[in-house]
């Protein structure tokens, strides 16, 4: 048990539906930060979160909404997705985003594995 | 920009058998390097790590050297157990005069499946 807890931990959707994925920590973290995990691809980061202002982009597509209300919970909203964004998402926490402290790393949590039909 | 390549998987071994899980990459700087692993079911976990050339970062009998002159940071363990059935994912992390500074670059993961 990381800390970090994503859920649901399944989900299905159709191209058309809207849902949410959550992710909280009570570690006291202050970054926040969502992955796509996809075979035989290597670790995607999607958005950073520090102190929950967004502090990184990387390209995702606008059918993915990030949503951070406080420092504990992190939310990423679906929309009209495609079948290629099926995949594991990671939700990680730490201390800070730059975080060089001899006791830094990054906790996940188990994840979502996502499918859409 | 900087990226981390592992060797291909899956990679099947039999108990007790000697484990390398190969790991490259390319940096602007200077990077801390990371091994982490993730059991079914489970987020991935921090294994070890090295901040600077030459370090050994080890932890529950596995080890990797920062070698910075093959840029490379190859996992080993000297006898593998069937708990140690995960994925492996090398990362590397930008530090200072980087132009990736903190950012965190995985590789693709290894499939590691040991038989008893």
């Known amino acids: 048990e990381t800390g970090v807890t994503q859920t649901p931990r399944h989900l299905v959707m159709g191209m058309t539906n809207k849902k949410s994925l959550k992710c909280e920590q009570h570690?006291?973290?202050?970054?926040m930060y969502w992955y796509k995990q996809s075979a035989k691809k290597p670790l995607e980061l999607m958005f950073v979160?520090?102190?929950?202002?967004?502090?990184e982009n990387n390209s995702v597509p606008s059918r993915f909404s990030p949503e951070c209300p406080n420092s504990s919970h992190l939310f990423l909203h679906l929309h009209t997705l495609q079948p290629e964004d099926s995949a594991l998402y990671l939700c990680?926490?730490?201390?800070?985003?730059?975080?060089?402290?001899?006791?830094?790393?990054?906790?996940f949590g188990s994840g979502t594995q996502l499918s859409v039909l | 920009g900087n990226s981390v390549t592992q060797m291909e998987g899956p990679v099947t071994l039999s108990e007790e058998a000697f484990l390398t899980i190969n790991c490259t990459y390319t940096?602007?700087?200077?990077?801390?390097l990371f091994w982490y692993v993730q059991y079914p079911g489970e987020g991935l976990q921090l294994l070890l790590k090295a901040t600077k050339a030459d370090d050994k970062g080890s932890n529950k009998g596995f080890e990797a050297t920062y070698r910075k002159e093959t840029t490379s940071f190859h996992l080993e363990k000297g006898s593998v157990q069937v708990s140690d059935s995960a994925v492996y994912f090398c990362?590397?992390?930008?530090?200072?005069?980087?132009?990736?500074?903190?950012?965190?670059?995985f590789g693709q993961g290894t499939i590691l499946t040991v038989h008893p």
């Open positions: 990680a926490s730490s201390q800070e985003w730059v975080d060089f402290s001899t006791n830094e790393k990054l906790f």
């Open positions: 979160y520090n102190f929950k202002e967004q502090t």
């Open positions: 990362a590397l992390r930008g530090n200072a005069g980087g132009t990736s500074y903190g950012k965190l670059t």
């Open positions: 940096a602007t700087g200077y990077p801390s």
């Open positions: 570690l006291g973290h202050n970054a």
